[in-house]
T-cell receptor, first 115, second 116 residues
Framework: DTAVSQTPKYLVTQMGNDKSIKCEQNLGHDTMYWYKQDSKKFLKIMFSYNNKELIINETVPNRFSPKSPDKAHLNLHINSLELGDSAVYFC??????????????FGPGTRLTVL | AQSVTQPDIHITVSEGASLELRCNYSYGATPYLFWYVQSPGQGLQLLLKYFSGDTLVQGIKGFEAEFKRSQSSFNLRKPSVHWSDAAEYFCAVGAGYSGGYQKVTFGIGTKLQVIP
C-alpha cells in the first residue's frame, strides 16, 4: 500500500560507477520530483516531471538523467559517480501541475554513499 | 526568486511545553506556504499549508501555523509537545518558476529535540 516507493533504500558504490534509483507512485498523481538532501539536511529540488514531460530542471550536472517511462514512474540515473553525490535522494509526487500549490508526497528516500 | 529562512537549526523543549518554530520567507507576492515534518529515516510528511483566507491554519498532530504578511513569517506552533514530535521540521514556499510552473523551495530545517 506504499504511496511513493523507491528502490533501493541504500546504495553503496565506488567513484566512477553508474547507478540508477527507481521511483513509483500509486496515487495517480500527474507530477513527480527528485530531491537531493545533503548531509546538513538541506533539501533541494533537482527535477520535476508532469505526465512524463520535464518541467523543472535545476542546475544539476548532466551526469544526472531522469527518465519517466510513464506518469507513475520516475527513475534517476547517475553516471560517473563522484564523492559529492553522496546524499539522500527523495522522490515525491503531487496531483496537478507544477507543484507550487500542491501537497507533495515523499518516498522513504535512497541513501547513496559513494566511496 | 523565493527563499525561506529557518533561523533555528536546533531546538530543545521539554515534553509538555509549548513550541514555536520560526519561518520567514522572501517572495514578491503571497506565496503558498507549507510545513513538513521528517521523522528519522523517513520521507517528509505535510503538516499544514496556507494558500489564502484565514491566516491561522490548523494541521495534523495538533500543529497550527500563523501567516503574518507584515513580517513575512509563517511560524509553526504546538501548545504541548509530545516525545513523538521529535523530528526535523521544514518550512517551504511554493512560488513561481518558469513556463507557468511553480516549484517548492525548502528551508534548511529545524531539528526538534524533546526531553522528558
Amino acid at each position: 500500500d506504499t504511496a511513493v516507493s523507491q528502490t533501493p533504500k541504500y546504495l553503496v558504490t565506488q567513484m566512477g560507477n553508474d547507478k540508477s534509483i527507481k521511483c513509483e507512485q500509486n496515487l495517480g498523481h500527474d507530477t513527480m520530483y527528485w530531491y537531493k538532501q545533503d548531509s546538513k539536511k538541506f533539501l533541494k529540488i533537482m527535477f520535476s516531471y508532469n505526465n512524463k514531460e520535464l518541467i523543472i530542471n535545476e542546475t544539476v550536472p548532466n551526469r544526472f538523467s531522469p527518465k519517466s517511462p510513464d506518469k507513475a514512474h520516475l527513475n534517476l540515473h547517475i553516471n560517473s559517480l563522484e564523492l559529492g553525490d553522496s546524499a539522500v535522494y527523495f522522490c515525491a509526487s503531487s496531483q496537478g501541475v507544477g507543484g507550487g500549490a500542491d501537497e507533495q508526497f515523499f518516498g522513504p528516500g535512497t541513501r547513496l554513499t559513494v566511496l | 526568486a523565493q527563499s525561506v529562512t529557518q533561523p533555528d537549526i536546533h531546538i530543545t523543549v521539554s515534553e509538555g511545553a509549548s513550541l514555536e518554530l520560526r519561518c520567514n520567507y522572501s517572495y514578491g507576492a503571497t506565496p503558498y506556504l507549507f510545513w513538513y515534518v521528517q521523522s528519522p529515516g523517513q520521507g517528509l510528511q505535510l503538516l499544514l499549508k496556507y494558500f489564502s483566507g484565514d491566516t491561522l491554519v490548523q494541521g495534523i498532530k495538533g500543529f497550527e501555523a500563523e501567516f503574518k504578511r507584515s513580517q513575512s513569517s509563517f511560524n509553526l506552533r504546538k501548545p504541548s509537545v509530545h516525545w513523538s514530535d521529535a523530528a526535523e521540521y521544514f518550512c517551504a514556499v511554493g512560488a513561481g518558476y518558469s513556463g507557468g510552473y511553480q516549484k517548492v523551495t525548502f528551508g534548511i530545517g529545524t531539528k526538534l529535540q524533546v526531553i522528558p
